[in-house]
């Protein structure tokens, strides 16, 4: 009862409380000063109207310093690094300033000051900062204690699986909010050196190989892994671990996803297939990035789009005067118009401002797309704008022409006739060796943009990358709505493999590009290993917390039209070199290998493309797209059960 009542009372504390308590501490001070300088022999005959005069000299000193500085205006419930940092400002140069009167008046002989000590003002500021400094963060102990009280009586006990910066943010947060009712009672960390070792008050108690033990042992109900850099394969590995001894396993995001952000307690999230396929992060020179767009106007084509939102979130974090984003469906440009506005009302602050332009139009409109050029007049262009369903465009070829040919074919023109700075495109690994009327319309587009570069002296790029998670048409998304209906999740074969990657990752990459190229070059990520499709419908399975095959069944349906069992980033031919980023390749020879007549027969494709014969749209995308061999398409047919 009584440490109820206590506590009750300091929790209810505030400034003119402390105020009061200064005033005493403040009067005592200087008497357990002198008696520390003296060894406690003091003669009080000798100094007491000395003491008395300095120890109110030095009251009004320091009231007036704590006044003037602020030490009254601030919650002390919540102190933390910041408030202590701010005492001993406050108390130095409260210090300072009593020192240099107390010398003064002991020179000249005032008060008696020539009689006391000359070290009596600096233990009375040691003494008086602990005092000070002691009463308010008192209240923060009391209420911290209360808190670990609070938690270890009705919070689920959370696991921290990495005790990082990362892990360190999130128990911290939990601690100072427990009405979450998480409870964080170890971590656990593959450096072994950490081991024994407390964190914020929480023991680290092994390695992640532990886990069966540990959650054992300590019961935990929740498992959060605290690991933004870790890769895919750790997740993979704590994920299992998880599911075999029951306890939920959730996580904070990669470090593609929380870049420039901090992490926080609603970052937490549940275990998703983006995890468990992440990979090492790129190490990419944001500094550079930014110096290169602030200030500038920047058009993204495709804004509405996976990729193309993705760059708008990105771009905006580096301050450009203006962004344009154009689309052509009024929804999707809408959708992130209003995400940028809220973010740049969030981050921009009163330093930056950037302007943010919504534009509909089709990228196939010349004479509509010389008008946007004309009017905002854009130094970075960024084409992200595209057909990409690869059966799909197989039965409607003119559009894919139209769309992703004759559109980059209007965006290079318009980009040199208005005389834009940079232009970088957005590419796919189905242009390497295409077996698809869409990848080799992406592959013409390539041959555009680095012609265009060499001919022209212009800094034009294009990025070439694999699959995208959870971009619009996602085998993922297909697999997470076939299951949310109860199956059967249907891939096309069992031995197709792709390469994948995160939309952030994806942009990072971009954005790279077009700071590090000086123009007719691809880029190219090293992507790692392929994963086989099959695979990745299992895990995905899993991690919707059903079994493979039991609750829900895997079908074959057989490869679509256009569609490849493996698929290539490397043309043969092609050079490729390492740049500054360890990861990142470029193929220096790129614009050489355009064929010959590459114009004229672009003029005849772009001529013919909407006479609806697809069989002539091939036989000219063969003529620009050597490599080009849809007639070795086979084609399986037929439904199995895997």
Partial sequence: MLENFLNNKLLKLRNRHFLFFDCVFLL????????LRLDGQVDFQLYLNALISCTFVFLAIDLLVFYKLGLYNRYW????????????????????IQTTVFIIFNRIEILNFEILPLSLPLLDGIISFFFVTGARFSIRLIERLNERRKMSYHGERVLVVGSGKAGNSIVQEMQRNPQLGLNPVAFVDDDIEKKGLKIR?????????????IITKMDINKVIIAMPTAPGSEIRDIVSICRKTGVQARTIPGIYEILDEKVRIDSIRQVQIEDLLRREPVKTDIKKVEDFLKGKKILITGSGGSIGS??????????????????????????????????????????????VNTVIANIRSFNRLDKIFEDYQPDVVFHAAAHKHVPMMEMNSCEAISNNIKGTQNLIDLSLKHNVGHFVFISTDKAVNPSSIMGASKRVSEMIVLKAARVYGKNFSAVRFGNVLGSRGSVVLTFKRQIAEGGPVTITHPDIQRYFMTIPEAVQLVLQASVIGNGGEIFVLDMGEPVKVLDLAKDIIRLSGYEVDKDIKIV???????????EELFIPGELYEKTIHEKILIATNASHFIPDHFDYNLETLLEKRYDSDKELIVSMLKKLVPEYLSEEQQIPTGVQSL
């Fill in 28 to 35: 005592i001070s200087p008497l357990l000063a002198l008696e």
């Fill in 77 to 96: 419930n919540s102190a933390s690094i910041d408030e202590l940092a701010k005492l001993i400002y406050i108390i130095f140069w409260a210090l300072i």
């Fill in 201 to 213: 008050g929480i023991p680290v108690l092994g390695t992640r190989h532990s886990l069966p033990e």
């Fill in 310 to 355: 993705e760059l708008c979130r990105q771009i905006i974090k580096c301050h450009p005067s203006e962004i344009i984003l154009l689309g052509q469906g009024e929804n999707s440009i809408f959708d992130i118009q209003h995400e940028i506005l809220k973010r740049l009302s969030l981050t921009n602050g009163k330093q930056y401002s950037t302007k």
């Fill in 556 to 566: 074959q349906t057989g490869l679509r039209p256009g569609e490849k069992l493996y």
